[in-house]
């Protein structure tokens, strides 16, 4: 007698338990999109470049450490290579953001 009383609330549990779930996902879904990638630098650039403005370009602190400014260096590349289409302006700037966050160069050292 208890048996059919015990399987129909596990079958009521189980169906409310389905209705809240999929009203979960229908909210999940509707939820507003966010940017899944970081943005990268988009203003134009500055005469000399500076190492605010180098920070900027390749997305990283001012105090960032050698390794992570070497990874957000070749991140940028991958995504605006010359050689995947990308601008050769925009490679030489990327190239004088990594110089000037290593601190190689004290002012512009662009080919443009």
Same mark, same amino acid.
């Given at each position: 007698?208890?048996?059919?009383?015990?399987?129909?609330?596990?079958?009521?549990?189980?169906?409310?338990?389905?209705?809240?779930?999929?009203?979960?996902?229908?909210?999940?879904?509707?939820?507003?999109?966010?940017?899944?990638?970081?943005?990268?630098?988009?203003?134009?650039?500055?005469?000399?470049?500076?190492?605010?403005?180098?920070?900027?370009?390749?997305?990283?602190?001012?105090?960032?450490?050698?390794?992570?400014?070497?990874?957000?260096?070749?991140?940028?590349?991958?995504? @605006?290579?010359?050689?995947?289409?990308?601008?050769?302006?925009?490679?030489?700037?990327? @190239?004088?953001?990594?110089?000037?966050?290593?601190?190689?160069?004290?002012?512009?050292?662009?080919?443009?």
């Amino acid at each position: 007698m208890a048996t059919p009383l015990i399987v129909g609330l596990a079958v009521a549990a189980t169906a409310y338990a389905g209705k809240y779930s999929i009203q979960a996902w229908s909210a999940f879904k509707a939820r507003p999109a966010t940017a899944r990638m970081r943005k990268f630098y988009e203003g134009g650039f500055q005469p000399t470049m500076t190492r605010r403005e180098a920070a900027l370009i390749l997305g990283v602190r001012e105090s960032t450490p050698v390794e992570k400014v070497k990874e957000a260096h070749r991140r940028v590349m991958v995504a @605006n290579h010359p050689d995947a289409g990308g601008s050769h302006y925009l490679a030489s700037k990327i @190239n004088e953001a990594k110089d000037m966050m290593l601190r190689k160069t004290k002012g512009s050292g662009s080919a443009f």
